[in-house]
């Protein structure tokens, strides 16, 4: 029996103890995680997969199952016996160190400050407060670090021409669906998609891992994989792959606490989320972050200044290179996977933004300029851009290029200060790649439809295709309590144009910290959001489990039309308003219409009459209408 | 105090009697309604007044002001004193009196079946199952219909080059916000907006009414006002006009009853459904139906075929055209402003949907479908298209032409099925328009995204820019659950792509009958759309809405975010979830990033160093950077 998931608190996942799985796998009737294994050694793929009644024929088919990318981690696997502030077995040790170019270090030692300055006593009273005693401590590994002289990039070994475990992971990953795929079972028009238009992307039928390791290597994808987060399962961000999404999670000054921040990552990745940003800026930032990464199967992103910021009491003028050199290393050494950083945001760049609606809006971005006049001095972070490129080749962290002066209104979309950042990005890139580090491009923000592909186009030319990485955009302003909707239109949007990855935007954006609810509703629109622009782009195998599910829906397989949906248990909940009766499930009709009126019942019988009494169309008539349809369709090409 | 709707059920709106008003407008804090009048008598065009505290300068300032369209009608205005069942004014009774081209009659008497089949016994009986006993009994008006030979459609006025009092009062509306409205008090940045792309409509600076006469005269835009509905404030659905919205309401023979009809339609437009469709098929539909058309102040739209089948006991295949002639008439002198007419399903077409993944999903479609090939006749509303459009011509009625064949999956999408029947629907168009009959088309349904433009672009073509109306359309099927969002997306490209209405989805959609929140949600998944379609076109004044917003977000005017928001209740709620404290309503922060971290904050404070320091930009530089960014922007030239 699904799960209704609307009252629930973070409480109630933490408190699952060993019962984890099982309770997180009643949101997904009828789903079971499997793997499929790669040639190297630990390369083990999870997939969900979903049982389905499918059988117009009555007879048993060979698509009785629907296999679902997979995020959710060991947290869905029972044998796995996981749960919060356990961490997680780290699959990819073995493959680190066989590459033989790392070694383990002392590493540096955990200061006050890197919780926010409390004396170890003011630390216990608030761990205590916040239920964390509850989670055991985790056992503390040695950091890793490229031995002197050596880069541990995946772009590193890809530009060599090694195919990394990593690499053959993501093939497998991505080749679902498709027809290189062992899990693609089936034949037919179940099968069969419509034909996409994809602006110039790449969509081979089959991802060979020497097609990821030519991504990769041409700084077209990145795989964001620190070496000392080996629990992850590799992921690759990057247009010629699946549409990605990442949820942001994080406590504030204001509200929230440590396990719940671990609590929302599990929520996050179980409805989806592909990456997730640790956004924290309260106190125990340091713990908080250990026990994310450690418990976290996705690529973990944070925004260091943040933490730099913390460490001079807040005040911006007393940041300084060495403070957030060492914040680095400290995250380096933790396992962060990617770091988002405002190098972009130029002094001569700021009065720019002084005409502006809502000036700027990024909380990075705007740590900098006020750096930066006040100094009267370039940004550090793009005058040390060489010594930070340095830093992250030694840990493999990809460096997201952080875009501090995006636009916060629909007025000041595409605007001088947002687009000279971006070609300083472009600059960025090219210098990050040349240090072997994988680099990812942030992008905007608020911006009308008649803008957003500009935005793409912009970036694919002066970034040289390196993957973008958007916050929606939102296309209109009007909506607070709404965001998730306003922007899920523009991230479809600049998905299908080329995006590799977008930043989701909850409900509670401009208004709150979001709650595991909002959370949810997030990532599900930006599943929505992302799926939606796989199918437009034509991606091989996208139209799969639209096509399975609107077969159960013709069907009135209402239990599989729920398993194969996003999120099953809103789906039955909603049917079940009027009509819980458990026969229901089988009716052909809903409470929409009523059992008189169904169009798809209807339709039932239209389809037998018409084989009944052997109605065919007349033949040349229809060979005129098929000329004719494609006379029409070649009107698309106003399109190119 | 802004009230939270989550909770509401119909009968809190039914039970509100004289105090309906101060009810409905404590969702809208600072709100009041005002009127423009035109030159006409009866002429008073409402807008929503919002009260905004703007003043950067700390002065008093020309715009403390912000209009807003306004679809509530005379429920939000505290002077009207009007309830649920109480009916509405008759404003344009003496409108349609003047022009001396119609006239009292008779009319048809109404009989059991046309509520069902129920004899009057069981019919008093579900009446007062249903609460409807507390309805006070509206006073009977006898119908109008046109004097013999004479034509009362807008458009047969609009084409003798007559302006009528609607022309005049749809103009004064859709002014709101341009250089010509009274209501456009200030100058500035504020007031200034984005270039849009337009895609071939015609957006002047000043809407007239003789601007309206031509649109509605060459059938590119409707203003469905049925004579009998004196009732209603005109609107008109044009693709040179503000992108409308519809929101369907009404009863299944499962769920729901006839009060609740009636709050779910005062609920709609208190929300902003422009127009609203009563697809009610239960018992009680011709009582429901006159409740509502008395009651509303926005074009209600139905589908009779749905009561012709209720007619005859709900086998398509007793369907004659007898019966449905006698529905037309039945709902003509009850006031419907539009009918879905499915008229393009023609026999010949059906056996393309036998090889769909979803058959048909319109229920008028596949009723038709099975009526077509039990008889193996041509479709009736085919064949007698001239005798319905007498019908409609002599009351005003438009017809909306259904998409009988609309795919009901991503697989099906663009099919030979769908776009046959729109060729059909173009032919059936023109047929209309000799009648002086206004029309509109209907489309789809479910579509993915790179398809969507063409269906926008063979409906202008074929159907000669007569308005379109779709259902979203849905962009993928696998989130059953969030079906406003999925068709959000599709809804936002198609409205910025030409199209003139959109029907709205709820989250029911697929599953189950909208509740009052559901409605909700709906309208305002569907107001982002269309704003966002508006905005990308680059309608005059559109972006106000948006500027004044993010002008309060950005200066911390919290009670104006929320006031000139979709939904101000629900952007307080949140906010308070964390922050209720009074006080935080002047704060400059929000509890998503707390008080050291806000960007906007830290903007403000860069901006007052930035000034006291005179810090400017070398001019060559800005100057420079100027040129680059109009060169980039001429990329956009690839769309066109």
Redesign the interface.
């Known amino acids: 029996m699904a799960q209704n998931s609307s009252r629930l608190t973070y409480l109630d996942i933490v408190s699952k103890g060993k019962e984890l799985s099982s309770f997180l796998l009643s949101f997904f009737p009828n789903s079971k995680k499997v793997y499929i294994q790669g040639e190297n050694r630990g390369v083990n793929v999870p997939f969900r997969q979903i049982k389905v009644a499918h059988n117009g024929s009555g007879e048993a088919t060979d698509h009785s199952f629907f296999y679902a990318y997979d995020t959710s981690g060991p947290y869905t696997d029972p044998f796995a016996g996981v749960e919060i502030g356990s961490g997680l077995f780290p699959l990819r040790a073995e493959w680190i160190e066989q590459r033989g170019d790392c070694e383990p270090y002392e590493g540096r030692p955990i200061k006050p400050e890197d919780n926010g300055w409390v004396s170890v006593k003011d630390k216990a009273a608030i761990l205590l407060k916040n239920g964390a005693q509850k989670l055991p401590l985790l056992k503390k590994r040695l950091p890793l670090r490229a031995k002197a002289g050596r880069r541990v990039t995946q772009l590193h070994y890809a530009k060599k021409g090694i195919i990394t475990p990593e690499m053959e992971f993501v093939a497998i990953r991505e080749n679902l669906g498709r027809k290189g795929s062992s899990l693609r079972q089936g034949k037919g028009?179940?099968y069969?998609?419509?034909s996409?238009?994809a602006w110039g992307a790449s969509l081979p039928e089959e991802i060979t891992p020497e097609f990821v390791r030519k991504e990769v290597a041409s700084g077209r994808a990145i795989i964001p994989s620190n070496i000392n987060h080996p629990e992850l399962e590799p992921m690759i961000i990057g247009r010629n792959f699946r549409v990605k999404i990442n949820a942001n999670i994080g406590n504030?000054?204001?509200?929230s606490s440590m396990d719940e921040e671990v609590a929302k990552l599990v929520w996050a990745i179980l409805w989806g989320a592909d990456t997730v940003m640790d956004l924290s800026?309260?106190k125990n930032i340091h713990e908080i972050r250990e026990l994310i990464i450690r418990s976290s199967p996705v690529p973990i992103g944070t925004v260091p200044i943040?933490q730099a910021?913390e460490k001079v009491g807040?005040i911006?003028e007393e940041l300084s290179w060495e403070i957030y050199r060492d914040t680095l290393i400290e995250q380096a050494e933790q396992g962060v996977d990617y770091f988002t950083i405002h190098a972009g945001v130029l002094l001569?760049y700021?009065?720019?933004?002084?005409?502006r609606?809502?000036?700027?809006?990024?909380?990075g971005?705007?740590?900098m300029?006020?750096w930066c006049?006040?100094h009267h001095q370039e940004n550090f972070l793009y005058t040390h851009f060489d010594e930070i490129c340095e830093i992250l080749r030694s840990y493999d962290i990809s460096v997201s290029l952080g875009d501090g002066l995006r636009p916060?209104?629909?007025?000041d979309?595409?605007?001088?200060a947002q687009?000279?950042e971006l070609f300083t990005l472009g600059e960025l890139t090219k210098k990050a790649w040349e240090h072997d580090v994988q680099v990812m491009i942030e992008g905007p923000g608020?911006i009308?439809?008649?803008?957003i592909?500009?935005n793409m186009?912009?970036e694919l030319k002066h970034c040289f295709e390196a993957p973008f990485y958007t916050l929606g955009p939102l296309?209109?302003?009007?909506?607070?309590?709404?965001d998730?909707?306003?922007s899920?239109?523009g991230a479809?949007?600049i998905g299908?144009f080329g995006c590799a990855m977008l930043c989701y935007v909850t409900?509670?954006?401009?208004?709150?910290?979001p709650?595991l609810e909002d959370v949810k509703t997030g990532v599900?629109?930006y599943?929505?959001?992302a799926?939606?622009?796989d199918?437009?782009?034509?991606f091989p195998g996208a139209?799969l489990?639209?096509?399975f599910?609107?077969?159960a829906?013709?069907h009135f397989q209402w239990e599989d039309?729920?398993n194969?949906?996003?999120?099953p248990p809103?789906?039955r909940?909603?049917?079940d308003?009027?009509?819980p009766q458990p026969a229901a499930k089988h009716a052909h009709f809903?409470?929409?219409?009523?059992?008189?009126?169904?169009?798809?019942k209807?339709?039932?019988?239209?389809?037998k009459?018409?084989?009944k009494?052997k109605?065919?169309?007349?033949d040349a008539?229809?060979e005129g209408?098929?000329e004719?349809?494609e006379e029409?369709?070649k009107?698309?090409n106003?399109?190119i």
Chains 1, 2 share one sequence.
């Open positions: 028009p179940l069969s998609q419509h996409g238009l504030s000054a204001i509200s800026t309260g943040y910021l807040g911006p001569r700021i009065p720019y933004t002084a005409n609606l809502c000036g700027i809006v990024s909380r971005g705007s740590i300029a006020k006049l006040a916060g209104a629909i007025a979309a595409n605007d001088a687009l000279s608020h009308p439809m008649q803008l592909k500009e186009d912009l296309t209109t302003d009007i909506a607070p309590g709404y998730h909707i306003t899920a239109i479809a949007m299908w409900p509670k954006e401009h208004l709150g910290l709650n599900i629109a599943k929505i959001a799926h939606a622009a199918l437009a782009k034509g139209q489990q639209d096509n599910l609107s077969y829906r013709f039309q729920f194969l949906s996003l999120d809103t789906a909940l909603f049917h308003e009027n009509l809903c409470s929409m219409c009523g059992p008189k009126f169904c169009s798809m209807i339709t039932e019988e239209v389809l009459y018409a084989e009494n109605l065919t169309t007349d008539f229809l209408m098929k004719k349809a029409f369709r009107i698309k106003i399109y």
